[in-house]
């Protein structure tokens, strides 16, 4: 597929999934388990234009949770298990498997930001002004 032959698609996937700097490739981008850290500590990209917001909640639901919810439910109507058997099996693993994929996502989000130089659409007047104010200082 051409999308993974594109170099500027690997770079966000690898840096994004595996938590590094846009920039540099080698710097850690969290600080924790999903907070951002303020800058890379290699490159010292300052990470304050990532804004990742509800993005790695929602792909986490419709690629994570939608389908394991379909499993839970084939589950369900295959073998008709007592209530307590997807308490024991079904939300366990959703919950696992939603909170896992968070990160990933975040990463790939804020990474996609960096490379793509991405701003709040209709802002651009007014990062122009910030920025021409910030280099009077």
């Known amino acids: ?4 032959s594109n170099p500027k698609f690997r770079w966000i996937v ?7 700097c846009p920039r540099c490739g080698k710097g850690k981008m969290f600080d924790g388990w999903l907070k951002l ?3 890379c500590d290699s490159c010292g990209l300052d990470y304050s234009f990532a804004n990742a917001d509800d993005g790695p909640a929602f792909f986490a639901l419709c690629i994570t949770a939608f389908p394991l ?7 369900q109507v295959a073998y008709d ?5 997807h308490m024991l099996t079904s939300v366990p693993i959703l919950g696992v498997g939603c909170l896992a994929t968070l990160r990933p996502f975040k990463g790939w989000l804020v990474a996609s930001q960096y490379v793509n130089k991405a701003i709040e659409a209709g802002t651009e007047g007014l990062w122009a002004k910030l920025n021409a104010r910030e280099g009077e200082k």
Request: charged content about 15%.
């Open 69 to 75: 919810t379909f499993v839970a439910v084939w589950v």
């Open 37 to 39: 850290a303020d800058k």
């Open 14 to 20: 690898e840096c994004g999934w595996k938590g590094l």
């Open 1 to 4: 597929m051409a999308m993974f």
């Open 81 to 85: 298990p007592p209530w307590w058997v």
